[in-house]
């Protein structure tokens, strides 16, 4: 399952979901919240902006290449787009499998390529004005582990 967004998810029913019965050794779960970035966060916020249909499609691709690299029983993958304030949920990756190891790797592949690959675009707003988020340079070089040579 794959979703891109406006409202909040529910991540007990997300992860509830991806218990498949006698068959799931592990859940690993991942949900990103929005951090404080401001001086006041009560004035800070950030909309966030996607292409819709490409973004679902690269969410797609991502989530294919972990089931070619681990033996998956299932992925989640939420994402919240529009205006999101301090303490809100923005994304939940959940992966369920028969074996952690599995499990953990993938949810980790999956976030950093959501994070670089995905067509997602960050104005953070604050009293200050907007301005777009660039890529950072870290989120790139995170992607070299999984590289395959």
Known sequence: MIAVQEQDFDVQSLYDS????NKTGAVAM????VRDFSDDPAQSSFILEHYPGMTEHNLEKIVAEANQRWTLLDVKVVHRIG???VDDQIVFVGVS???RAEAFAACDFIMDYLKSRAA???KEVTPEGEQWV???A???ASLDRWRID
């Open 134 to 136: 660039e890529a950072k």
């Open 30 to 33: 991942f949900v990103g919240r």
């Open 97 to 99: 499998s028969a074996h």
């Open 18 to 21: 991806l218990c498949v019965a």
């Open 83 to 85: 205006k999101l304030s």
């Open 138 to 140: 870290s989120d790139e």
């Open 120 to 122: 997602f675009w960050k």
